[in-house]
């Protein structure tokens, strides 16, 4: 039992709420060999939610949002659907903490729904064991159906 996180795990969890950090170090300490993950992000600075915005958006798209047009990249697929680029919980909030993480499966297949659903059963296991709510990006409803809303946000847990 047990998985380590890597050191760009550590990092990405570096200015993420302490609940959270907690919420993750445990479901590493829980997981099988079989169920190993990464993190992948946590807090996101301005200029990134402005990247992620321009993703798939042409630049009168971004200048309406007031994201510079420099980052608008029409010919990428979309990433992110929020009428506020900046509103993100990735982003730091009040009390000075990211409170998002995104993890994936390790090695990722991003068509393999099926490890991103055992990962977050595993995350929303350890969620509960530290009484922190956490809301997962596929389930954004909490009622435990993934996705019945077509939601895509798989990797991504944030404070509820
Ligand atoms: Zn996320």
Same mark, same amino acid.
């Given at each position: 039992?047990?998985?380590? #996180?890597? @050191?760009? /795990?550590?990092?990405?969890?570096?200015?993420?709420?302490? =609940?959270? +950090?907690?919420? +993750?170090?445990?479901?590493?300490?829980?997981?099988?060999?079989?169920?190993?993950?990464?993190?992948?992000?946590? +807090?996101?600075? =301005?200029?990134? *939610?402005?990247? &992620?915005?321009?993703?798939? $958006?042409?630049?009168?798209? *971004?200048?309406?949002?007031?994201?510079?047009?420099?980052?608008?990249?029409?010919?990428?697929? %979309?990433?992110?659907?929020? @009428? =506020?680029?900046? &509103? /993100?919980?990735?982003?730091?909030? %009040?009390?000075?903490?990211?409170?998002?993480?995104? #993890?994936?499966?390790?090695?990722? =297949?991003? &068509?393999?729904?099926?490890?991103?659903?055992? #990962?977050?059963?595993?995350?929303?296991?350890?969620?509960?064991?530290?009484?922190? @709510?956490?809301?997962?990006?596929?389930?954004? &409803?909490?009622?435990? $159906?993934? $996705?019945?809303?077509?939601?895509?946000? /798989?990797?991504?847990?944030?404070?509820?």
């Amino acid at each position: 039992m047990a998985i380590r #996180l890597g @050191s760009e /795990s550590l990092a990405h969890l570096k200015g993420v709420h302490p =609940d959270i +950090v907690r919420v +993750v170090t445990r479901a590493a300490l829980m997981a099988t060999a079989d169920l190993d993950f990464k993190v992948i992000e946590g +807090v996101r600075t =301005d200029q990134q *939610c402005y990247i &992620n915005y321009g993703k798939g $958006r042409t630049a009168a798209q *971004c200048a309406a949002k007031g994201v510079p047009a420099v980052h608008a990249a029409p010919g990428l697929p %979309k990433v992110t659907w929020l @009428s =506020d680029p900046l &509103n /993100s919980k990735h982003r730091k909030q %009040k009390d000075g903490f990211g409170h998002a993480v995104d #993890l994936i499966p390790y090695p990722v =297949d991003w &068509n393999n729904l099926k490890r991103f659903d055992a #990962l977050a059963k595993l995350v929303l296991e350890a969620a509960k064991l530290e009484r922190v @709510s956490l809301r997962w990006g596929a389930d954004w &409803n909490q009622n435990g $159906r993934p $996705r019945e809303k077509g939601e895509t946000d /798989s990797p991504h847990f944030e404070l509820a």
